[in-house]
């Protein structure tokens, strides 16, 4: 089965929000809020019904910030030493959706970004 094409897009994947920049420790709502505005801009604003990401503690979720301004508009900074996810997703109904993750650490002075090589395209995963 091949992959369906995104209504009026290529079928690179959609990796930019990913990419959004965390300077000063902002709050988790305006990571979020970052992240949405370039998915809005795409035209798929609608289409990203969960929030960015959540803190990442000893058993996955933890209990610092999350980056959420759709849920609860969490208005915790993201101090240094601690970890969170940037999860953006997008679904088209009926279609198929598009989700991406990276891991991020916050230092004293810088930030990391972990996860799995960048993916470039649309792997079908149904028969």
């Not at 930019?16 to 505005?37: H, K, L, M, Q």
């Not at 969960?50 to 058993?59: F, K, L, P």
Request: hydrophobic fraction near 35%.
């Amino acid at each position: 089965m091949e992959v369906p094409p995104i209504p009026g897009q290529s079928q690179e994947f959609p990796d930019s929000p990913r990419w959004v920049r965390i300077y000063n420790f902002p709050c988790g709502w305006e990571v979020d809020e970052a992240c949405r505005t370039v998915i809005r801009n795409a035209g798929y604003g609608d289409r990203f019904l969960h929030r960015t990401g959540h803190s990442i503690g000893e058993e996955v979720h933890g209990n610092g910030a999350n980056i959420d301004n759709l849920e609860t508009k969490d208005g915790r900074r993201l101090l240094p030493r601690t970890c969170f996810s940037i999860e953006p997703g997008i679904y088209l109904a009926g279609d198929f959706g598009i989700r991406s993750e990276l891991d991020v650490y916050v230092s004293d002075r810088e930030v990391f970004v972990f996860g799995q090589p960048v993916q470039t395209e649309i792997v079908p995963i149904l028969k």
